[in-house]
């Protein structure tokens, strides 16, 4: 098992090991291009930057914050445990938000690809860290979704875990969530938060997501695994690549001499490992990278 060896290490241990070894990346698009044309498998990891241009704030950097917390703050256990009102503002919000928003040409990009591919008996997977559905809204298929969804809720007594798109999801989230650092909290009791419909439960409900500390769905996990393992080309695309077990996947691709192109507005600290990086927005390169 490829990642095995690397769940047991310090990422930074194994970043440091790898850096010393890699020669700098190159941003020959013309060599990337000839890569992509004789790859026949290819994995597409993103982040939250391939969402940026559609207007969908990043984690990390300006964008990420909500009134006066660090996007990433709310995102945990404990943030839902302590002020379970706070944190489903915040996921209302981003719901609500995602209703104004469209895929953009980086999506339509890598969906493009992945239908062109798969017509002609290649394979094009795209495992994504974001939670928005806009890659699905682009047309690509399969989608392996690392941290799960917006759209998803779970019972965080019964486990059941159904779609949810209703807007607001319950009548006392409705008109909150502004995310201006000056608006009140709501403080809504926790009786009117969204709750369980199966007979005989009720319990309160959560995000489908993954939040700091809780582990990956295992399928999910075992799927992404297979992909990365296989694949003889991967894109990672608008990722900060700090968060893991995510950020160890397109290293570990490279450790074992398979071409990885990263996309990025600027370097990361997983760059070096990479045989190609593309420094710009993903909306404009990734339309030329992967055109036909
Ligand atoms: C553009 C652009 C444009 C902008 N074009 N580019 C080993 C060692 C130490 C710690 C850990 C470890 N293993 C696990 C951990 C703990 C933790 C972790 O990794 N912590 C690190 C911070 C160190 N990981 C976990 O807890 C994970 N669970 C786990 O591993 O379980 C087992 C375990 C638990 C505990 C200990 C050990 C093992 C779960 C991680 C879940 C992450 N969840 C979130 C929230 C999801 C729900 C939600 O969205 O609300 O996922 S956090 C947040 O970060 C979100 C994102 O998916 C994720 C990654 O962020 P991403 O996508 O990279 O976004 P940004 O903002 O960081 O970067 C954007 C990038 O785009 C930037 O680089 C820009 O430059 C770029 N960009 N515009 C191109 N136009
Ligand atoms: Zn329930």
């Known amino acids: 098992m490829l990642f095995a060896a690397r769940r047991l290490c310090p990422p930074l241990l194994l970043a440091g090991a790898s850096k010393m070894a890699a020669p700098?990346?190159?941003?020959?698009?013309?060599?990337?291009?000839?890569?992509?044309?004789?790859?026949?498998?290819?994995?597409?990891?993103?982040?939250?930057?391939?969402s940026a241009e559609s207007?969908?704030?990043t984690f990390r950097g300006a964008g990420g914050w909500w009134r006066r917390y660090q996007a990433q703050n709310l995102a945990t256990p404990g943030a839902f445990r302590e002020q379970p009102?706070?944190?489903?503002?915040?996921?209302?919000?981003?719901?609500?938000?995602?209703?104004?928003?469209?895929?953009?040409?980086?999506?339509?990009?890598?969906?493009s690809l992945q239908q062109?591919?798969?017509?002609?008996?290649?394979?094009?997977?795209?495992?994504?860290?974001?939670?928005d559905g806009l890659h699905q809204r682009a047309g690509s298929q399969d989608v392996l979704e690392l941290h799960g969804t917006l759209f998803k809720t779970r019972c965080t007594r019964c486990r059941h875990v159904e779609e949810n798109r209703?807007?607001?999801?319950?009548?006392?989230?409705?008109?909150?969530?502004?995310?201006?650092?000056?608006?009140?909290?709501?403080?809504?009791?926790?009786?009117?938060?969204?709750?369980?419909r199966q007979p005989g439960c009720g319990g309160l409900l959560r995000p489908h997501v993954v939040w700091f500390g809780e582990n990956l769905d295992a399928e999910v996990l075992g799927q992404a695994e297979a992909e990365l393992e296989a694949c003889d080309l991967c894109l990672?695309?608008?990722?900060?690549?700090?968060?893991?077990?995510?950020?160890?996947?397109?290293?570990?691709?490279?450790?074992?001499g398979v071409p990885v192109a990263e996309f990025n507005l600027e370097p990361t600290p997983k760059t070096a490992e990479f045989g190609f990086h593309f420094t710009g927005p993903c909306g404009e390169i990734l339309p030329e990278a992967l055109a036909p």
Request: glycine share 6%; charged share 20%; with cysteine.
């Open 236 to 256: 990672v695309v608008g990722t900060s690549s700090v968060v893991y077990p995510a950020a160890m996947f397109a290293p570990s691709v490279a450790e074992r």
């Open 24 to 50: 700098r990346p190159s941003s020959n698009m013309a060599a990337f291009r000839e890569t992509l044309a004789s790859a026949k498998h290819v994995v597409v990891l993103t982040g939250a930057g391939v």
């Open 166 to 196: 209703d807007d607001p999801i319950c009548p006392a989230l409705a008109g909150t969530g502004a995310p201006d650092p000056s608006t009140p909290s709501a403080h809504i009791p926790v009786k009117d938060l969204p709750r369980c």
């Open 85 to 111: 009102s706070l944190v489903w503002e915040f996921y209302h919000y981003r719901r609500h938000n995602m209703a104004s928003k469209q895929p953009n040409k980086a999506h339509e990009a890598i969906a």
């Open 116 to 131: 062109r591919w798969t017509a002609a008996g290649r394979r094009c997977r795209v495992i994504t860290q974001n939670i």
């Open 55 to 57: 207007g969908v704030p």
